[in-house]
């Protein structure tokens, strides 16, 4: 399909690898990424950015691909949940394997997002970002200390219809307390049950 005044092709990173899609100027990141891409990792769940099934980050930042417009992310970084990775770019993201071993899924319709979304609010409160429960008081130039009631909130717009907030909040600790202690956040108990799971075998749930 070529360029016309419908459609135009837009270079965008995905997952560290180029593409340049052609694409409706009325898709939205989601499908592109779903339909074009192959990647079928975020969902499409109410399709109204209500659910953040479908979240992934966009130059670091977490934002909900049903509402994005794929033509407006010329030269974007785009990470889904397929391009999480550890520090050393091969193995599972801290928070897959602390979601894996706080067993924090149950259909797994929405880990996906709520992976991403944990990865952009983890980031947001090292850059010292306030959420809505963040004391007045509290410095914006330091990190902020997540705590339950702060996950819960950099959270709330990533819903799990099976009910599993208590342990993705506990997947979220372990991992920020992790990287306080400076460890790479892979298990609570130092067991390091579910080690031996792949990334083909988390994205696909």
Do not use: W
Not at 60 to 71: D, E, F, P
Not at 141 to 154: A, C, G, S
């Amino acid at each position: 399909m070529g360029t016309d005044v419908f459609h135009s092709e837009v270079p965008m990173t995905v997952n560290g690898t180029g593409h340049s899609p052609v694409v409706d100027h009325r898709s939205t990141l989601l499908d592109v990424l779903r339909e074009q891409l192959g990647l079928t990792g975020a969902k499409k769940g109410c399709d109204h950015g209500q659910c953040g099934a479908c979240t992934v980050l966009v130059d670091g930042r977490r934002i909900n691909s049903c509402l994005m417009l794929a033509v407006s992310l010329e030269g974007c970084a785009i990470t889904t949940v397929e391009g999480l990775r550890d520090a050393d770019g091969e193995g599972l993201h801290p928070l897959q394997r602390a979601f894996i071993e706080r067993d924090a899924f149950q259909c797994g319709y929405c880990t996906p997002g709520q992976l991403c979304s944990a990865v952009g609010a983890l980031a947001e409160a090292e850059a010292g970002h306030p959420s809505h429960v963040t004391g007045p008081d509290t410095a914006t130039d330091v990190p902020v200390r997540l705590t339950k009631d702060e996950i819960r909130e950099r959270l709330s717009g990533n819903l799990c219809r099976c009910g599993a907030y208590p342990h993705i909040v506990e997947a979220v600790e372990d991992v920020t307390r992790a990287e306080l202690d400076g460890h790479d956040g892979s298990g609570h108990d130092g067991s390091g049950h579910g080690a031996d799971v792949t990334h083909d075998e988390v994205d696909a749930r």
